[in-house]
């Protein structure tokens, strides 16, 4: 607490905190003269606010990270469907502030909707045009955190290749939503965090498991269209689809919104339009 603390009142006087101890030192260098002596009482009365919100911002940091850790330990991961986008008018730090409406679905939870307000920046732009987000969901509250690093990996912003000695091959299930979804919840139930790279042979449970999900994914892949398979004993089901794509309409709706709020250039936009259009 004592070092988020630290960095909170770092970050406050960087932003133009440093005023108050200013006129705190030039009143006293200069032998606390009467001619200053407003100096004093402004300068104190900025430190004093510096000190205030620097201790709300790490209470607030500190709440934020409890929940997280909370989440992580017990929470349910949950994909949601953003099926609507709006903007609010609001910026934080010059990026745009959206609405975002999401249906929300998960193993154990009943279907329901919600409403999100996120910062629309560029790292999280390839997230929100792709329409599907991962959560992490309190079963019995149903409150909720989007997991934005977990998001990335289902929406083929990051790659996601598996290499599986036995067959002597590594897989690429970039993109694929369902099987994704089912091995972050094994790695989640095994306490096996996200990162660049996650060695499974020190836990053989998790390792077979996911080598099953893995391929069942590259054979579905492969396999021409037609009925689906039958379910495979022992395997579980994969994680069921979302709701249907959205309309030509819905689409450029979204896209203006995002021009509006200054999420996408000029050029992106009509890139962009131009391409919805070519799909009716």
């Known amino acids: 607490m004592v070092w988020r603390y630290i960095k909170a009142q770092l970050m406050v006087l960087l932003c133009g905190g440093l005023v108050g101890p200013i006129f705190l030192a030039v009143y006293f260098a200069t032998g606390q003269q009467s001619l200053l002596k407003w100096m004093f009482y402004v300068g104190l009365l900025i ?25 992580e330990q017990s929470g349910v991961l949950a994909l949601a469907q953003i099926t609507g986008m709006g903007e609010t008018g609001t910026r934080i730090n010059d990026q745009p502030v959206v609405k975002l409406q999401l249906r929300i679905e998960g193993p154990g939870i009943a279907p329901f909707d919600s409403q999100d307000r996120v910062i629309a920046s560029v790292t999280r732009l390839g997230n929100l045009t792709n329409r599907k987000l991962v959560v992490l969901v309190d079963p019995a509250t149903r409150q909720y955190q989007i997991d934005w690093e977990r998001s990335a990996l289902i929406n083929g912003l990051v790659p ?33 965090g996200m990162k660049n790279m ?32 039958s379910p495979v004993p022992g395997v579980p089901p994969q994680y069921p689809a979302m709701a249907t794509e959205p309309s030509t309409s819905q689409r450029l709706q979204e896209l203006e919104t995002l021009r509006a709020t200054g999420v996408v250039s000029e050029e992106e936009y009509n890139s962009k339009r131009a391409q919805i259009l070519s799909d009716l």
């Open 47 to 71: 430190t004093a606010a510096d000190v205030l919100i620097a201790l709300a911002l790490a209470n607030f940091g500190a709440k934020s990270a409890a929940k997280t850790a909370a989440l």
């Open 160 to 192: 996601a290749t598996f290499t599986i000695a036995e067959d002597n091959r590594t897989y690429d299930l970039s993109g694929q939503t369902g099987a994704l979804i089912e091995i972050l919840q094994i790695l989640k139930a095994n306490g096996i």
């Open 198 to 229: 996650i060695d499974l042979r020190s836990n053989p449970a998790a390792r077979q498991q996911v080598q099953a999900i893995v391929r069942r994914a590259a054979a579905a892949q492969q396999a021409p269209a037609g009925p689906g398979p």
